[in-house]
């Protein structure tokens, strides 16, 4: 911060008149009363008018040599209480512009203080008073020059009124100006709720800011006129911060929420900020604090000003929605915000755990119906080794009998029955979440592996767009749209989208068995070997290797047709250790072996125990079979519409 070219002991702007010495604070109606830490931000603010004073610069000036944890919410708290004073609104500054995760601005013109208004105001009038008692002369003046006199007087004395505030006249007047059309805020149609950051110096409370954050997220999501971006996609921003601008790129958004939660015992602080995006410019910000049993309510606040800043279309039964509480019991929340944590970490260990939180949620209120959704997602995964679809769908009826219009609940079942290939009443239930919560990522996520399964490709590519506008980052998203696009034959496409799916997740195994897969349809099988050596490598699986180097001997030697053999029949010999027979089908569909593919359908379906069922239906792999009436009778069987 540049050092001013003066000490200034008195400033005047606006309607404000201050004492820098005195610490006082004026309008023309009196002293405004200002607290200590406040003020000190306006003496720092009015030294520099026009220049950034930086966040760290106001905490090494008002807590000399303190480090403790949490000034950033002091600052936020005095900064608000000063705005409160002066009448000044974060989103359309008159006074103090902020700028985001930097500092903030004086941004009014200042000058030196003039004599008391009121004092000007009633020198004024003694002066219009006098010019009319000076000379006998001005008696004879003509009437018109008194009526001039006697205007300005009266211009004067309502002027006076309006400052003194007589009879309420200036709050009446003020009140009419306030209800004018304030500028419009910029248009927001999508927004992203970035990670709220734990300060509490506690990493076990991690778990507690992103349940936050998943909150927000998903109450945020029952506004229909918003897009608003999924938690896996915005979980990539919670370590190492990129600028504003470019997270709004990514995700493709106009507006972000980011801020801090504070639990410390039995009490919570969080403070927020609303953003536009691609200029950084501040909105709104707000700071709550609460009892821990009154989380519940905190959130929903949050959410709710959130909301009315951002949207001027709220209607009544969104209103209402946002407002719902699922559970009034704060360790029921919190158990729930565990479950969820640990679920979308996605392996089988921390989804036992989800089970195990879940279920805990549901002994502290056994009417807590997303708890119940939670456990049915749980069940639902078929890569879980307790992975039972039944048990989903018995949990998913389970919340939706406690909240029949529960988007979450819908979309567990809908997930449920589409692992037990019952396509129809999935798509009825995911349409219908949908059609309740339109920024329910999974739903449409879940609806468009329901329609690749019964080969409505075009259909399910639409349906993945739209899972990709509020899931860009999001790796099973990414995956099944490759599986579209393969379906559709659109090999260089489907090979483009593998590879940005690696890309974006680097340390995961399954983006290179899908490009392996286009590389074995294209007949490219040093590739082929490659990415799935890839695999092998990612997901540690020894034996794969020992595969793909077999395989490998056998086309350096044979060529391309010997290669494709050998990798079927080392596939078929691993059957029941870790290849589903769906695998070997598909081995052998490249071979166009339509006996050896038909028995292999066949094994799965006995075995009911697959999970590459979804792209049966359209896999390039069994257009050597596609017309064959056995092929048509296992469609028929596995409940494929034909």
């Known amino acids: 911060m540049a050092s001013p070219a003066k000490v200034r002991t008195h400033a005047r702007f606006g309607p404000f008149q201050v004492d820098l010495q005195t610490g006082e604070l004026r309008t023309i109606d009196g002293k405004i009363k200002l607290q200590e830490k406040p003020f000190q931000i306006l003496a720092i603010l009015l030294e520099v008018p026009g220049e950034v004073v930086t966040r760290e610069e106001l905490r090494e000036k008002l807590w000399p040599g303190n480090t403790f944890v949490d000034f950033e919410h002091g600052i936020n708290v005095a900064v608000k209480k000063l705005r409160d004073a002066l009448g000044d609104s974060a989103g359309k500054p008159q006074f103090i512009e902020t700028l985001p995760r930097h500092g903030y601005r004086f941004i009014a013109a200042v000058e030196s203080t003039v004599p008391d208004a009121r004092a000007t105001t009633v020198a004024a009038v003694g002066r219009a008073w006098a010019e009319t008692r000076t000379s006998p002369r001005q008696h004879s003046e003509s009437r018109l020059r008194r009526r001039i006199i006697a205007g300005v007087v009266a211009a004067v004395f309502a002027a006076t009124a309006i400052a003194l505030n007589v009879a309420g006249l200036r709050d009446r007047m003020m009140s009419l100006v306030r209800a004018r059309p304030a500028a419009p805020l910029p248009n927001i149609e999508s927004i992203a709720v970035l990670p709220l950051e734990n300060v509490s110096g506690d990493k076990e409370q991690e778990y507690f800011a992103d349940g936050l954050t998943d909150a927000l997220i998903t109450d945020l999501g029952k506004i229909a006129s918003l897009r608003v971006i999924s938690r896996t996609s915005v979980m990539q921003y919670k370590s190492g911060r990129k600028p504003l601008p470019q997270i709004a790129r990514e995700l493709n958004v106009d507006a972000v929420v980011e801020g801090t939660v504070l639990r410390s015992g039995g009490r919570i602080r ?8 691609r200029t950084d410019r501040h909105l709104w910000a707000e700071s709550y604090e609460r ?13 709710l000003a959130i909301a009315h800043e951002i949207s001027d279309r709220l209607t009544p039964a969104q209103e209402t929605r946002l407002a719902e509480h699922g559970t009034t019991n704060p360790r029921a929340y919190d158990a729930y915000f565990r479950g969820r944590c640990f679920w979308n970490q996605r392996t089988a260990e921390r989804v036992t755990e989800a089970v195990g939180y879940f279920e805990q949620a549901l002994r502290a209120d056994p009417q807590f119906a997303l708890a119940y959704s939670g456990l049915a997602d749980c069940y639902s995964v078929g890569w879980w080794t307790k992975g039972d679809p039944a048990l989903a769908e018995k949990y998913a009826h389970q919340a939706l009998s406690l909240e029949p219009d529960l988007a979450e609940g819908h979309a567990s079942l809908g997930m449920a029955e589409e692992f037990e290939l019952k396509f129809p009443a999935a798509e009825q239930e995911l349409k219908r979440a949908i059609q309740l919560n339109t920024n329910y990522s999974p739903a449409h996520h879940f609806y468009a592996i329901d329609l690749l399964s019964v080969g409505r490709l075009e259909e399910a590519l639409a349906e993945n767009d739209r899972a990709l506008q509020l899931d860009p980052f999001s790796l099973p998203v990414n995956l099944v749209r490759g599986f579209i696009l393969t379906g559709l034959r659109q090999y260089d496409r489907a090979f483009e989208q593998g590879e940005a799916t690696a890309g974006m997740n680097p340390q995961s195994p399954a983006p290179h068995e899908e490009l392996a897969r286009i590389y074995w349809l294209e007949g490219r099988v040093p590739e082929a070997l490659a990415e799935e050596r890839k ?12 595969l793909v180097d077999e395989i490998a001997q056998v086309y350096a030697h044979a060529g391309r047709r010997a290669a494709e053999l050998k990798s079927a029949q080392l596939r078929e010999k691993s059957y029941g250790v870790y290849r589903p027979p769906l695998e070997i089908a598909y081995a052998y569909g490249i071979l166009h072996d339509k006996e050896k593919v038909l028995k292999w359908l066949n094994r799965s379906f ?7 069922d979804m792209i049966v239906k359209s896999a390039p792999e069994f257009d050597c079979v596609r017309s064959d009436p056995r092929f048509q009778d ?3 069987r596995m409940n494929f519409p034909l």
Request: charged share 35%; proline share 0%.
């Open 270 to 277: 969080v403070t927020a900020q609303l953003l536009q995006a």
């Open 535 to 546: 695999e092998a490598t990612l997901a540690r699986h020894t034996g794969q290797l020992r």
């Open 291 to 303: 009892d821990f049993d009154d989380v519940i309510r905190l959130e929903k606040r949050m959410a």
């Open 606 to 612: 006995h075995d009911k125990k697959d999970d590459l």
């Open 634 to 636: 296992f469609l028929r």
